[in-house]
């Protein structure tokens, strides 16, 4: 290799364990760059790093360096060599592959809610609300506290403190050592600062007496605080952010699906010439298998022989199927229709263009900026003042010369009012209530990061086919010439494509209904890929197919015919039919427009859009002509048409680039990529699972005016989440001051910490009401 020559770089997916917030993500992404020569993006939303690295380290280094930051780690897999110059729009690099034998696929797709770490926390949450329920009750209800309950009470809480809230003392410890403070910091020390002291006044103290009821002062010191318990507190805290942190882990396990629903569009099987039917990886560049009517193209390659109908709308968005022949280039996952093709395979596995989509999904969703925890930022400040407060209030105490007892009931009322209960709630409640409501209006959100990103939204960018269309082809119009009468015309036509599978021919076969099976039956019938169909009716020859078809049949068009012909070809696409006797000359007799109809929701939707001040952008792999006459129908005037997948990426990133906050809204897979590069992803239900796994909104209906509703519903629950987060921490900064002048008793501390958190969730419940 010569000095001027590039190394060769390679690429790693890692899972990691135990981030908690952004802090652990940029501890992580500051380890994994101390390597040498490597570059690394960490998500903590995926619980995930890309890495490229030099392909002399070893892979264990990478692992290494996460355990070194605290966090663990493992390799998902190796993804390849990245040498540059990638064409992601076309076949494969020349350059060798020297990482994977040609028939690899592009690799192993984790799932989040396949983590081993998702079951253990609800379980720990189970059996912390189990156990705590008694506690709380206990601790909070006079008349309930039998003889011996505060016994009953450590008990209980014990397993709760150790085992339950372990993952909050784990991150806790971890941050400890690289000296960072985050709310985990806030919940071990407060609540172990409320078990250590009851446990002490239970042993030492006087809490240990059968027969004890709480002396409750609301304020001024305590008589005896000695004989005071708060095992409650511990009980309250841990389950309540056992169940935001289970909230939050939900939001998240979709993020690796969408790579598994991209690739498990690919042929899982390949038929070969000689009939043999072999696993998808034994398939090698150059080697020949066949497509059957209605199969999945395995690979990318060149058809050989044979002539079908192949509908690429889960790459192009395109709803008219091309017409593959000899000589085209296919592409892997897409269906053949209509027709049996050999094919020659140019790209396969993990170079083949579906698998660089996929690869595309997962760089924008690695890539995307989420907003950091409100709540953990001012956590990183909060946390140390709370606790020099805390440590203040004991020494200033002491020199007062005030029994320490008193000076330790002081310093531990400031720990458990600073405690961040409601803070940890504020957040997940509102999302979950939010999110609730959202579902049942017909709108899945997956979390926080999904609604910070709407509410901001300036430019909402629409996908044609399938999100402001209803996704298959219609038949709009049928014009006819004078002598002929257009029920029957139609009539013959969906009697010669009854038996075809075309998406055009179907158009017609449905409008036709009953009157095409049985009315008139055709024989002799003769389809040409492409080009049209011929067929026999009671000595009756008729044709169908495109304006060219006609022409090869020697059918002239009449000046009402040609009209049509040029009127509907602007909208959608036109069939050309006619008929004469047969051995006569054929006589074209009616013209068909066949097109992708709008959605009648889709113009209210594009209006209210507007009206709330929204740029709106119309972005298609349709052609021109079509995507003009739609955008001009609903108002648009801002159109890209005729867009690949990765064209459709790279204008995200550009309207990113130029400050705007996008969101995205599509239904197919070649949207995908664009869906999860954008700053809000929305998908249409009915769409491909790719795009409803990529996008951080969901659409349960097929009614584009759902996208208003999600942006409004959106902007109101963080209005929400802000209130929360506000008196989340007036409670406790406002009560501060009061515990440490000793004028607060922890007693009150812990009921003023449980009422911030309920006055949170009444206040997230308000979103219930939500229209």
Known sequence: MSDHEPAER??????????????????????????????????????????????????????????????????????????AGVDLAGGADERPHPHGEPGEHAGHVHDTADRPGATPLRTRLIVSLVLGLPVVALGMIPALQFPGWQWVSFALATPILFWGGWPFHRATLANARHGAATMDTLITLGTFAAYLWSAWALFFGNAGELGLRHDVVLFGPVHDATALVYFEVVAAVTVFLLLGRVVEQRATRRAGSALRALLELGAKTVELPDGSTVPIERLAVGDLFVVRPGGTIAADGSVIEGQAAVDESMLTGESVPIDAVAGTRVTGGTIAVGGRLVVRAASVGSETRLARIARLVEDAQLGKSRVQRLADRVSAVFVPIVIVLAVATLGAWMLAGQPISAGFTAAVAVLIIACPCALGLATPIAVLVGTGRAAQLGVLVTGPEALESAEKVDTVVLDKTGTLTEGRMTLTRVVTDETTDAAEALAFVAAVERGSEHPLARAIVDAAGASADGSRLADSIRALPGRGVTGVIAGTAVFAGRPSYAAEQGAELSATLAAAVAEGERRGTVVVAGWSDVGGTPQARAVFEIADTLR??????????????????????????????????????????????????????????????????????????????????????????????????TLVRNDPRAVVTALALSRRTMRVIRGNLFWAFAYNVAALPLAALGLLNPMLAGAAMAFSSVFVVLNSLRLRRAR
């Open 10 to 83: 390679r690429t790693a997916v890692l899972d990691i364990e135990g981030m908690t917030c952004a802090s652990c993500v940029a501890r992580v992404e500051k380890r994994l760059r101390g390597v040498g020569g490597v570059d690394a993006a960490v998500n903590l939303a995926t619980e995930s790093a890309r890495v490229s690295y030099p392909g002399e380290v070893d892979p264990s280094v990478l692992v290494d360096a996460v355990r070194g930051a605290g966090y663990e780690a493992r390799v998902r897999r190796d993804a390849s060599s990245t040498p």
């Open 600 to 697: 009648p929701e889709s113009a209210a939707a594009v209006a209210e859009l507007r009206r709330r001040g929204l740029d709106v952008v119309l972005l298609t792999g349709d052609n021109a002509g079509i995507a003009e006459a739609v955008a001009a129908e609903l108002g648009i005037e801002n159109v890209r048409a005729g867009v690949l997948p990765e064209g459709k990426l790279a204008e995200i990133e550009r309207l990113r680039g130029e400050g705007r906050v996008v969101a995205m809204v599509g239904d197919g897979v070649n949207d995908a990529a664009a869906l999860a590069a954008a700053d809000l992803g929305i998908a249409m239900g009915g769409g491909a699972d790719a795009a409803m796994h990529a996008g951080d909104v």
